[in-house]
């Protein structure tokens, strides 16, 4: 068992003993209570907030600031999958993390390609439904190949990212400052998110100050959603870190994205 292995196993979440005087109760610290549904939660908040939002505008006045804002509705839940990333990372760490961003990665290929595939299916002409449900199917899910492409490497490199910042902030603040932990690593994800995702779904579609005042805008909105939840984000980390006995430390993680290994 590792160093990190070792402390996670039998200490709690504020780091001191877990287990009573002169009695090593040993668990495996591999079987968690909560990480599957966890892991569910991200992938379903991840999924609906890239097929039911992206495809509407909102516009939001506030009469006391003088704004009227107007953002995509995909982008009132997408940063809480960032929640979860923080969530995952914190409680179980890099690598435990890792292997739900590369669920949720598989998970947006799938439903791509099966919006492909129903789109183009032929609909049967003698069902009159068919006549109302088909180019609705086009006008929702589909989307052109430069939204797709964008979309999921956007995620990818952008929760990877996320996850890897806090591991290592976690580190070298000796587990102490989760809101900094928790915001910091956000700024730099939901940043990486944006710069991706925006220039390669519309450059030369958007002007050039449309397009950066958009990347700015929609990474603001999305860190400033990670800071209003960060109460939330503190009582359901503790709670997990209580419940599963488990505070780990990626002192000694291989970092790489590619392995799906704890």
């Not at 287990?19 to 909560?34: D, E, T, W």
């Not at 506030?62 to 009227?68: A, H, I, S, V, W």
């Not at 932990?181 to 779904?201: K, V």
Request: proline share 5%; glycine share 8%.
């Amino acid at each position: 068992m590792s160093q990190d292995e070792s402390r996670s196993a039998f200490t709690g979440a504020s780091g001191g003993p877990a287990h009573a005087a002169g009695h090593r109760h040993v668990q495996n610290p591999r079987h968690y209570r909560y990480y599957d549904l966890v892991m569910a939660g991200f992938v379903t908040v991840l999924l609906c907030s890239n097929l039911i939002g992206p495809g509407k505008t909102c516009l939001m006045t506030l009469p006391l600031l003088g704004l009227t804002l107007t953002f995509g509705a995909g982008n009132l839940f997408f940063p809480i999958s960032y929640i979860f990333g923080d969530v995952l990372t914190e409680v179980y760490g890099y690598a435990r993390a890792r292997k739900v961003i590369w669920a949720g990665f598989a998970a947006m290929i799938f439903a791509t390609l099966m919006s492909f595939a129903v789109i183009r299916f032929p609909a049967d002409p003698s069902e009159p439904y068919n006549e109302v449900i088909q180019p609705a199917l086009v006008t929702c899910f589909g989307n052109t190949w430069r939204i797709v492409v964008g979309s999921i490497l956007a995620f990818w490199v952008g929760d990877f990212a996320n996850s890897y910042v806090l591991a290592k902030m976690k580190v070298w603040t000796a587990g102490r400052f989760l809101w900094a932990r928790t915001i910091g690593s956000t700024i730099i994800g939901q940043g990486i998110d944006s710069l991706i995702f925006y220039p390669i779904a519309f450059a030369g579609i958007w002007d050039d100050q449309t397009l950066m005042r958009v990347i700015l805008f929609n990474w603001g909105f999305k860190v400033a959603v990670e800071a209003l939840f960060t109460p939330l984000t503190y009582l359901v980390v503790g709670f997990l870190k209580r419940a599963e006995r488990e505070d780990f430390f990626d002192r000694s993680t291989n970092f790489t994205p590619f392995s799906l290994k704890d």
